[in-house]
């Protein structure tokens, strides 16, 4: 049986997306599960190297950590295209962790993204759902880019093609979370808005219950409920662009990184209904 596929997406950058598939990866992890992050498309400086058979190739950073938080070995399937900003409006096209091309944004959406990049991450993510029970899916930036939304593998045009089960996580450190979540939901089609299981609010400081009004009026606005509220974190784990550089990649020992990834776990699985999670994913 094909593994079951749980895609997290971000009301915007920023929101959490890619703690929540570390910490989710490691959650179901320990429930027994045999699971898989995977991301279609992503643009960061920060790579993972894998050297295999006397070939070097890359994958992006924060995939190799929750691979590690999945308990598996970092593999390029995980994230089949790394776009390397090399400025000027042009980027290096990695696909399949091998990089032979450079493209404008223009070049990429007009002749690449769909017609190469697109079939090569429907086939490496078919493969991990051979070998796997889960894969948890990260998104990228908004789903509700309207601007980019005939090319973006990486949202809802991967979602609806392998009818992904989809979680919305949202940013409520910055302001605007509940007009984001409401705005997102909007912004996307009826089909696609099907699709959108719960939302979790993130990086919550307070008491919660002064959320009550605000949660029970976006979740009669969108018909979707919120089945989490996750307090903001003090955590230290591989950034997934190179903004952060309190800790370059190589200081990160096997024992820590973990130790990392399991706060990161338990603070979600305490905050987030997991029962509802189990309940739609159909996971036994």
């Given at each position: 049986?094909?593994?079951?596929l749980?895609?997290?997406?971000?009301?915007?950058?920023?929101?959490?997306?890619?703690?929540l598939?570390?910490?989710l990866?490691?959650?179901?992890?320990n429930l027994?599960?045999?699971?898989?992050?995977?991301k279609a498309q992503?643009?960061t400086?920060?790579?993972?190297f894998?050297?295999?058979?006397?070939?070097?190739?890359r994958?992006a950073?924060i995939?190799?950590?929750?691979?590690i938080?999945?308990?598996?070995?970092?593999?390029n399937?995980?994230?089949?295209?790394?776009?390397?900003?090399?400025?000027?409006?042009?980027?290096?096209?990695?696909?399949?962790?091998i990089?032979?091309?450079?493209?404008?944004?223009?070049d990429?959406?007009?002749?690449?993204?769909?017609q190469?990049?697109?079939?090569?991450?429907?086939?490496?993510?078919?493969?991990?759902?051979?070998?796997?029970?889960l894969i948890?899916?990260e998104?990228?930036?908004?789903?509700?880019?309207?601007?980019?939304?005939?090319?973006?593998?990486?949202?809802?045009?991967l979602?609806?093609?392998?009818?992904?089960?989809?979680?919305?996580?949202?940013?409520?450190e910055?302001?605007?979370?509940?007009?984001?979540?409401?705005g997102?939901?909007r912004?996307?089609?009826?089909?696609?808005?099907?699709?959108?299981?719960?939302i979790?609010?993130n990086?919550?400081?307070?008491?919660?219950?002064?959320l009550?009004?605000?949660?029970?009026?976006?979740?009669e606005?969108?018909?979707?409920?919120?089945?989490?509220?996750?307090p903001?974190?003090?955590?230290?784990?591989?950034?997934?662009?190179?903004?952060d550089?309190?800790r370059?990649k190589q200081s990160?020992?096997?024992?820590?990184?973990?130790e990392?990834?399991?706060?990161v776990?338990?603070?979600?699985?305490?905050?987030?209904?997991?029962?509802?999670?189990l309940?739609?994913?159909?996971?036994?």
């Amino acid at each position: 049986m094909k593994a079951k596929l749980l895609m997290i997406q971000g009301t915007s950058s920023g929101s959490g997306k890619s703690t929540l598939v570390v910490a989710l990866c490691r959650i179901f992890s320990n429930l027994g599960y045999r699971v898989s992050p995977f991301k279609a498309q992503n643009m960061t400086s920060n790579f993972h190297f894998i050297k295999r058979k006397g070939l070097v190739k890359r994958m992006a950073g924060i995939q190799s950590v929750q691979a590690i938080a999945a308990r598996k070995e970092p593999d390029n399937r995980m994230n089949p295209i790394l776009l390397k900003p090399l400025g000027d409006n042009i980027s290096e096209i990695i696909l399949g962790g091998i990089g032979n091309l450079k493209m404008t944004a223009e070049d990429y959406y007009k002749s690449f993204v769909l017609q190469k990049g697109l079939p090569k991450v429907l086939q490496d993510l078919n493969s991990l759902r051979n070998e796997n029970d889960l894969i948890i899916i990260e998104g990228a930036g908004s789903p509700a880019e309207i601007n980019l939304s005939d090319y973006d593998i990486a949202n809802m045009i991967l979602a609806e093609r392998t009818k992904s089960k989809v979680l919305l996580v949202a940013d409520i450190e910055r302001g605007g979370c509940f007009a984001a979540i409401v705005g997102t939901m909007r912004l996307l089609s009826p089909s696609q808005r099907k699709l959108v299981k719960g939302i979790v609010i993130n990086k919550f400081l307070g008491q919660k219950s002064i959320l009550n009004n605000a949660i029970v009026r976006a979740e009669e606005m969108t018909k979707k409920r919120v089945i989490g509220i996750v307090p903001k974190l003090q955590f230290d784990i591989p950034s997934e662009d190179s903004l952060d550089q309190k800790r370059s990649k190589q200081s990160y020992s096997k024992r820590y990184l973990d130790e990392q990834i399991n706060l990161v776990a338990i603070t979600f699985k305490e905050n987030i209904d997991m029962q509802y999670l189990l309940k739609f994913l159909n996971m036994k």
